[in-house]
C-alpha cells in the first residue's frame, strides 16, 4: 500500500475494524498519525471512540494558541499547530483550557475514561494507547526532569557500555555479537564541552519517558479494578529505535518547557539503541528492532523471554485469532488483500511457530530485506534527513549474519554475491507488489 495514509488505498483493514465486526469496543487514545480529512481519521477506519493527536511533533504543554500569564508555545515552525481530534471532530488549534495540561497525562485520562465507561460491559474491549512520548519536542514537568538531572554527566560512551552489559545480563542480547562503535556523526564525550546541555536533554527525556510509564501503571490498574486482568492481553511496544535526528528552535533556552522546542539528538539516541547501529529513519538494526513486552496472566509465563522473531504485521492475524473475527476479503465495497502477518498467539502460549518466509522495509530510501539468517540492507542515495547526512557510495547492499553478527559489524557482501542477488530479486518484487 505505497500511500501517505490508511485513506490512499482502500485494500486494506486496520486491526479496529477486524474486531469491530466481532463485536468488540475499539478504543482509541494518543498518536494517530495518519490523515484527519474524511475518511482518514481513527473513528473512520474502525474505531467507537477516540481523543487525541491526529498529527505528530505537537507541543506537549499547549499544542495552540499562547494562553495568558503564560510563554508562547513553540512548535516545530512558526505558527505549526498540528490537528487534535475528539472523535470525528477536528481540533485546529488545539488550546487546552487546563493551564496544567500535559499530553501525557491527558491521553492516560482519557483512557481511563474509556475503560471506565466501556471496560465493564460485557462486551470484550480493544483499547489501543498510542502516546507520542518520548517524541520530541523534549518537553516533562520540572518535577520530573529533576529526579534525573545529573544522572548522565558520566556521558553516552560510558552509558552504552553500562547497557550492554545489562542486556548481556538479562538474557535480552547474545554477547557474541559484540557492541557497535559509537556512530561516526556521535562526538566522544570527553570531549564536549557542554555537559551540563546535553545532561539535560537526556534528563528530559527520561522525565518523560517516566511520565509515560506512570501512565501505563495507571491504565493497568484500572484494568485490574474492573477484574479484567486474566483475559486482557497486554502489548506494549514502540514503533522504531531510537530518533537521532537534530533540531533546536530554542537553543538560548534549556530544554524542557512549554517555550522550548529540541530533539534528544543522535549521541543519546546512540545510547537509546545500544548495541546496534543506526537509528530511526534506517533500516540496519537501530533503527527498525524494538523489543516487545507482552503480559497475558494465566498464559504467558512472567519473566519469559523468546528470540522469535516478530514483526508489528503480525498484531492483526493475532488479534483475530484471539477474537474469533473473521479476515474479510471484501470490505466496504472494496477487495481487501490478503493478510501479510503471522499470528503470534502460539508464542504467547509457549510454544514455537513457523516463522516469517521473509520480511522487508523500505524508508527515504533505506532498505532491507530478510530471510532466514540473512539480512541485506543499505543506508540508501545521498540526501539529507534533519541532521544526518548520507553520503554517496551507499546504495549498494550490506550483508549481515543475523544468528552471529546482529549489530551487522561484518559485511558479508563480496563473499556471498549469489546471497546478494536473490535477496535484491526479492526486495524489488517485494517493492512492486506494494
Known sequence: MRSK???GRRNNVTFAEVLKAASYSTLMVGKWHNGHGSGEKPVDRGFDRYWGLLSGCSNYFNPGLKRPGEPEPIHKAPNDMRHWGDDDRVMLPYTPEDANFYSTNAFTQHALDLLEQYGREDRPFLLYVAHAAPHFPMQAWPQDIARYQGRYMTGWDVLRKQRYQRLVNMGLIDEKWGISERDNICPDWEGVTDKERWDRKMAVYAAMVDRMDWGVGKVLDKIRKLGKQDNTLVLFLSDNGGCGEHIDNTPDKEPGGVDTYTTVDAPWANASNTPFRKYKVFDHEGGISTPLIACWPNVI??????????????????????????????YTGHDILPVEGKSLTSIFRGGERPGHDSLFWELNGCRAVRRDRWKAVSLGPKRKHVGHHIL????????????????ELNDLSSKNPEIVNELDRMWYQWFERC
Open 301 to 330: 509465563e512472567p519473566g519469559t523471554i523468546t528470540h522469535q522473531i516478530g514483526h508489528v504485521i503480525d498484531f492483526l492475524p493475532t488479534f483475530s485469532e484471539l477474537g474469533e473475527a473473521d479476515y474479510p476479503s471484501h
Open 5 to 7: 495514509n490508511l485513506r
Open 392 to 407: 554517496a557510495g551507499h546504495e549498494d547492499w550490506e550483508l549481515y549474519d543475523m544468528d552471529a553478527d546482529r549489530c
